[in-house]
C-alpha cells in the first residue's frame, strides 16, 4: 500500500503528488515494524510513522522537498485553524511546549521596539518591556521566558486571582488594569498577556472576552494556553472558551488530547508582517524545519475531522458536563495517599495529584490530558467512582483512630515506640523494642530487626483485614511495623494490645532460646572435660601396659579387668552433668 492509495482510502482525497510515489516501499516496511508495537494505537502508528517519513523525505533533492514541505505545512496550518476556530492563523511547530511563547516574544519585541533588531537589548532599556502572566499559571513559565530573552525578572509581572468575586484561579483583570497603569506611569512598556483557558491545576478559564478588550486598550499582545482549548473543536463550546479565537495567539498541544505520541505542540498567531516572523523564529526558510508537521499532518488525515471531534468529545464527556471545564478536582485530608491507591486500583483513569495555592493538595481527574493516550472509558470512571466511595469512608475511619492508636501506644512505653511517618496513610507504625540489658549497640540492633521482623509474620499470619506491612518503599524509618487502614468498627486497644503481646512473646521465647543454648554449651565443655578425666583415671587404673595394642590384649587374656562404663545424662531444668554407672562382667 503506498501512501496515496492510504490518504485515498482513510480520507477520501485523492493524492497528486509524484514525490509521494517514489516512497512506496518505505511505507510498507514501516506499516510492517508498527504493526508489531504494543500499547500505541492506529494513530498513535501514524504519528510514529511521519517521524521515519521525515527523515527519509529530508534528503530528497532541495526543489521537491521545497515543495513537499510547503504543501505538508500549509495543510496541516490550514486544518488546526479550521478545526480550532482560528481563522488567518499562521503555525509554528515545536517540540518544547514553552518555545512558542518565547518564540511570539520576540515577535512583539521587534514589532514594538522599530529599532530592537539594529540595536539590540539596548533599546529596552529606554521603556522596559513587562510581561503579565497569572498566579495560577504554569509554575516557572515566566522566569523561562525571561532566561530565554535575556530580561531581567523585573520585567515579570504576576497577577493575582480573584479573591472575593468569581473564581480563585481566574486573574483578577480589575487588578490587572491597575497594574498597567501604574507600569505606564513608571516608564515601562507593556508587552504581553498570559493568560489560561484552563489552569495547568484546576482547569479554570480566565475571563478572556474582558481580558482581550484591556490588551487593545493598552496595544498590548494575548497569548493563550490550556487544555480547555482544545473543546474548541467541539461542535458547542461555552461563550468563555469561544472568546479564545480573538487572541493574538494560543499554543495547543494535540498530542495528548489525541493521544499521538512524540507529536510536536503548535503555537498559531496571527501577524501581518512575515519578516519579523522570521525574524523571531516562528517561520524558517529551512524546508527541514517544516518537517515538523508531518507527524501531526499523516495523523490528522488518518483521523478526520469526526475522528478528532469524537476523541474530543469523548474525554469531555467522561466527566459528564462537556460544557463546563473537563476537570475534577477531589479535597481530601490526605491527598497524596487517595490519588496513588485510584491509581492503582484504576490506572486507566490518569489520576494524578496537584499542588494549589489556596487548596493545598488535590487529587485531579484530567480525562483531556490523559484519556487518549490510556484509553479511558466510561467503566473506568464509573470503577473510578465505585473505588472513591469505598476507599473514602475507610480512610476517614483511619484519620479518625489516629490519636486513639498513638495514644494506646504510648501507654505499652517503652517496650512499644510510636513512629511518626506524615506519609503513611494507615492507622500508623510502631516499632518493638527489647528490653535487654547490659548488650552492646551492634548486638541491640540485631535483636530489634530480628524481633521486628518476626513480630510482622504473626501479626501477618492472623485473620484479620488490616495490613501489616515494612511501610513505603521509599521510607526512612527502619525495623517498623506499619499498620494499614481500618474501618470504625476495629478496637484500637485490642489492636495495640495484641501487638505488644506478641512482641513481648517472640522476645521471651528468643530469651529463653538463648538461655537455653548457653547451658547446653556449658555442659558440652563440662562433658568433655569429665570424659579426658574418665581417661586418665582409666590410665591410671589399668597401667600403661595395657593401653599397647599387641601387649594390652595378651594381658587383657590371661588377667581380665573387672570395669565398670560410666553413662552420663543432661539436665536442661538443672543445667548440670550427671554420671550414671554401669557395672558389666566379663565373660
Known amino acids: 500500500m503506498n501512501l496515496r492509495h492510504f490518504i485515498r482510502n482513510k480520507t477520501g482525497v485523492k493524492c497528486c503528488c509524484p514525490v509521494l510515489e517514489c516512497i512506496k516501499c518505505v511505507i510498507k516496511l514501516l506499516f510492517d515494524v508498527s504493526s508489531r508495537m504494543q500499547n500505541v494505537g492506529e494513530q498513535g502508528h501514524m504519528a510514529l510513522l511521519g517521524h521515519s517519513l521525515a527523515a527519509y523525505i529530508s534528503v530528497l533533492d532541495r526543489e521537491r522537498l521545497r515543495k513537499l514541505t510547503t504543501r505538508i505545512l500549509s495543510d496541516t496550518t490550514l486544518w488546526l485553524c479550521r478545526l480550532f476556530r482560528y481563522e488567518n492563523g499562521s503555525a509554528y511547530f515545536h517540540e518544547d511546549d514553552r518555545d512558542g511563547l518565547v518564540k511570539v516574544c520576540r515577535l512583539v519585541i521587534n514589532a514594538r521596539y522599530e529599532e530592537y533588531a539594529s540595536e539590540g537589548y539596548a533599546v529596552l532599556s529606554s521603556k522596559q518591556p513587562v510581561i503579565y502572566q497569572s498566579a ?28 472575593v468575586f468569581g473564581s480563585q484561579h481566574q486573574m483578577d483583570v480589575a487588578l490587572l488594569d491597575k497594574l498597567i497603569k501604574e507600569d505606564k506611569e513608571a516608564g515601562k512598556l507593556p508587552l504581553l498577556l498570559i493568560a489560561n483557558a484552563g489552569t495547568p491545576g484546576a482547569g479554570h478559564t480566565d475571563k478572556l472576552g474582558r481580558l482581550k478588550d484591556l490588551c487593545d486598550q493598552y496595544s498590548m499582545w494575548l497569548h493563550l494556553e490550556g487544555v480547555n482549548l482544545a473543546t474548541l473543536a467541539l461542535g458547542q463550546a461555552t461563550s468563555a472558551i469561544m472568546a479564545a479565537n480573538r487572541s493574538d495567539s494560543m499554543t495547543l498541544t494535540p498530542g495528548q488530547w489525541l493521544g499521538l505520541p512524540a507529536v510536536s505542540a503548535v503555537t498559531l498567531y496571527r501577524h501581518e508582517d512575515p519578516a519579523l516572523s522570521l525574524a523571531a523564529g516562528l517561520t524558517s526558510s529551512q524546508p527541514v524545519a517544516k518537517l515538523r508537521a508531518l507527524p501531526l499532518w499523516l495523523s490528522l488525515q488518518y483521523l478526520g475531522h469526526n475522528g478528532i471531534v469524537q476523541k474530543i468529545k469523548h474525554a469531555t464527556v467522561l466527566v459528564e458536563d462537556e460544557l463546563s471545564s473537563p476537570v475534577v478536582l477531589f479535597k481530601f485530608s490526605q491527598e497524596m495517599s487517595l490519588g496513588e491507591q485510584l491509581l492503582q486500583l484504576v490506572p486507566a483513569s490518569g489520576m494524578d495529584v496537584v499542588e494549589l495555592e489556596d487548596e493545598g493538595t488535590c487529587v485531579r481527574f484530567s480525562p483531556l490530558l490523559t484519556a487518549a493516550v490510556l484509553g479511558t472509558q466510561q467503566g473506568d470512571v464509573e470503577d473510578l467512582v465505585e473505588k472513591l466511595s469505598e476507599l473514602v469512608p475507610v480512610m476517614s475511619s483511619t484519620m479518625c483512630l489516629r490519636q486513639d492508636f498513638r ?38 540492633k540485631q535483636e530489634l530487626e530480628k524481633i521486628n521482623t518476626e513480630l510482622l509474620k504473626k501479626l501477618q499470619e492472623l485473620d484479620t483485614d488490616i495490613i501489616f506491612s515494612t511501610g513505603p518503599e521509599f521510607g526512612t524509618q527502619e525495623n517498623c511495623i506499619f499498620v494499614g487502614m481500618v474501618t470504625e468498627d476495629v478496637d484500637v486497644s485490642e489492636l495495640v494490645n495484641t501487638i505488644a503481646t506478641l512482641g513481648r512473646d517472640i522476645e521471651e521465647s528468643g530469651r529463653l532460646l538463648e538461655n537455653m543454648t548457653e547451658v547446653v554449651r556449658k555442659g558440652i565443655l563440662e562433658a568433655e572435660l569429665q570424659l579426658q578425666k574418665a581417661n586418665e583415671e582409666k590410665l591410671m ?23 565398670s562404663i560410666k553413662g552420663r545424662t543432661f539436665n536442661l531444668a538443672a543445667g548440670t552433668v550427671l554420671c550414671v554407672t554401669v557395672n558389666i562382667k566379663e565373660f
Open 136 to 163: 495560577s499559571g504554569r509554575p516557572g513559565l515566566g522566569q523561562h521566558l525571561c532566561s530565554q530573552l535575556g530580561l531581567p525578572l523585573s520585567s515579570l509581572c504576576t497577577v493575582p486571582c480573584n479573591t
Open 407 to 444: 495514644e494506646e501506644t504510648h501507654r505499652h512505653s517503652p517496650s512499644l515506640i510510636y513512629v511518626e511517618e506524615l506519609s503513611w496513610p494507615g492507622l500508623g507504625a510502631v516499632r518493638y523494642e527489647p528490653q535487654a540489658e547490659g548488650i552492646d549497640e551492634s548486638r541491640r
Open 541 to 563: 587404673e589399668e597401667g600403661v601396659m595395657r593401653q599397647l595394642p599387641l601387649v594390652g590384649s595378651v594381658l587383657n587374656w590371661f588377667s581380665p579387668v573387672q570395669s
